[in-house]
């Protein structure tokens, strides 16, 4: 059986620079792009934050998502925050108490109370 272990977790966006910067805002991530030589193409690296998680690559692609996510985020946090921060809620209370959303792009994520 073959061993292996998450190294980072990426997102495709069409506006790779305003998801990154949304996301570093939900999670307490910051942007580890200071280099200011960098591609504005190239994709943004966004570090964890005091609160600890993997690395998040958000990488720019040409075309819009078009289906569900066939893998999401879980997060710890507060769904009302996070939709006044610009997320979509798509469903509420769902199993035992949380709830789908998704980011300004479309991508699903599950908002769990915190704990």
Partial sequence: MAHARMKDLCFDAGDHHALADWWCAV?????????????????VL?????EGGLPVW?????EPKTAKNRMHLDVYGDTEEILAAGATLLH??????WDVLADPEGN???VFPPE
Wanted: glycine share 12%; with cysteine.
């Fill in 46 to 50: 966004l570090q964890p934050g005091a």
């Fill in 92 to 97: 509420r209370n769902v199993g035992n108490g």
């Fill in 108 to 110: 699903e994520f599950c």
């Fill in 58 to 62: 958000v990488n720019p692609v040409p």
């Fill in 27 to 43: 999670l307490g991530y910051t942007r580890a792009d200071a280099d200011p030589d960098a591609d504005p193409a190239d994709p």
